[in-house]
């Protein structure tokens, strides 16, 4: 044991070493320990009162008192991946890149908030009041009753917040908030695991309901916020792609409500804009298609929303062909680029494969096969898909087509945007609605549709 307290701290796992080296043993990371002193173990500030054990009082699963209601913030869509409205005395963490737009989003948050009567306090360790303001002017929420500080000390955030009594409290980040308990520096694990903790436990006992920004890092020099995304009751992640204005708003944990929702949003002049029918977004405009695209009919969470899935099949100019995806899964993409293979006669082994979904969303559903599939065999033969055809299946191994989950509502958000036929598994007799279904139970009948030009 050494004299003084220090301890070797790995920034980017968190491992603890007894003497500092280059790399570290635990995650392999390079020049990411630093040394760190301490005078309480992590995550106990203050040692709990050592009175003699009385021993745990249980209670029932049932209650009488009813939940307390939820707070609605005003921005719909982030109510909505909250799993409507943010709970009392709760801890959200917001997790994106540098720039991807999150202080906006609290921004707007914290101003809906505040105008629907609910005292709401904004504390940013990372910008001046003044920039704040700026960008609240910008934003047109000026008149906003958010009460603003730009703080880092957490002794002084918590003081203040046990004195007054708020409905949500922003802090931006927690990586720039430090304990004058721990001497490492702000940002690093010690730090940020030390300050959630804190302010988690805060939330819990009758405080306010507390929304936590996290910079996701890739060079590991900055604690990332993995170490807080156990403590805190919901993970939302705000995500966009370079050169897109959408950003999409994802729960990746939540205590309180279903995971798989998202919002959609549009960075603008004027800050964030809600989009409630992000199809539209998606599609884009004009309805030509060119060979290679389809339109899949997906579901977010419980939306559903159109996306045009684009592919290009290239003759190779080098060796190896090149397969490229963005948005989707390649090794989903080499399976079903098999598939075609072997159970189609499709070869494209020697041809170069881009696939793309448009607008920077990104898909996980395995429903998305055959959208992929069917874009890969219109760019293969060069013949478009019919203008109006949504597709939507997953494929097996086999070269069978399954049907997928929620078909109905697929269609229904098809049909209103004006889409009257649908290339998927067969349906059950009248579930398809008013569209015309181009069945296909064989991957194989899908490449002689599209192939022969039959729909
Ligand atoms: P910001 O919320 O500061 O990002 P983060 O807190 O995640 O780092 O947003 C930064 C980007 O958003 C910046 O590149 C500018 C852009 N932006 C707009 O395009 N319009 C606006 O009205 C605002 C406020 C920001
Ligand atoms: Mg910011």
Not at 39 to 63: C, D, V
Not at 117 to 143: D, F, H, N, P
Not at 180 to 186: C, D, F, L, R, S
Not at 244 to 268: C, H, Q, S, W
């Amino acid at each position: 044991m050494a004299k003084d307290s220090a301890i070797y701290v790995c920034q980017s796992c968190g491992a603890v070493h007894g003497k500092w080296a280059g790399q570290c043993g635990a995650c392999g990371q390079w020049n990411s320990i630093v040394e760190e002193r301490q005078s309480a173990p992590p995550g106990a500030l203050k040692p709990a009162a050592t009175s003699r054990a009385r021993g745990l009082q249980f209670e029932s699963l049932e209650t009488e008192t009813p939940e307390p209601p939820r707070i609605f913030t005003g921005v719909t869509e982030f109510d909505r991946v909250c799993g409507g409205g943010v709970v009392p005395g709760s801890a959200l963490l917001l997790s994106g890149d540098p720039g991807v737009g999150k202080s906006t989003l609290l921004l707007e948050v914290a101003a809906r908030t505040a105008l629907s009567g609910r005292r709401v306090a904004y504390i940013s360790g990372e910008e001046a009041v003044e920039q704040i303001r700026s960008r609240a002017r910008r934003m047109g929420l000026e008149k906003a009753p958010v009460e603003l500080a730009s703080a880092t000390a957490l002794r002084e955030i918590l003081g203040t917040l046990k004195r007054d009594r708020f409905d949500l409290v922003i802090v931006d980040s927690i990586q720039t908030l430090w304990s004058n308990v721990h001497e490492a520096g702000p940002g690093s694990i010690t730090q940020v695991r030390a300050c959630a903790s804190e302010m988690v436990r805060m939330a819990k006992s009758g405080g306010p309901a507390v929304i936590l920004v996290g910079h996701v890092t890739k060079d590991g020099q900055v604690a990332g916020p993995r170490v807080v995304e156990h403590m805190v009751d919901a993970v939302l992640s705000f995500e966009g792609e370079r050169g897109y204005p959408f950003r999409i708003l994802r729960a990746g944990k939540n205590r309180f409500g279903a995971t798989d929702e998202i919002g959609v949003f549009e960075m603008g002049d004027a800050g964030l804009r809600q989009v409630s029918n992000p199809s539209a977004l998606f599609l884009g405009e004009g309805k030509d298609r060119a060979p290679g695209a389809a339109v899949f009919a997906g579901i977010e969470g419980s939306r559903p929303v159109l996306v045009e899935i684009q592919a290009l099949v290239a003759p190779s100019g080098y060796g190896t062909p090149r397969r490229a995806v963005v948005g989707w899964d390649s090794g989903r993409l080499a399976m079903v680029l098999a598939v075609l293979e072997a159970r189609c006669g499709l070869g494209l082994g020697d041809k170069d494969v881009y696939l793309n979904v448009a607008g920077g969303l990104r898909i996980n559903e395995p429903a998305a096969d055959l959208a992929a599939a069917a874009a890969l065999i219109s760019s293969a033969v060069d013949h478009p898909l019919p203008q109006g055809c949504v597709v939507f299946g997953e494929i097996g191994l086999s070269g069978e087509v399954r049907a997928v989950g929620r078909a109905e509502a697929r269609l229904r958000e098809a049909a209103k945007l004006g889409f009257d036929q649908a290339l998927c598994a067969p349906l059950p007799q009248g579930g398809g609605g008013a569209m015309d279904c181009l069945s296909v139970q064989r991957l194989s009948e899908a490449v002689e549709r599209i192939s022969q030009r039959r729909y």
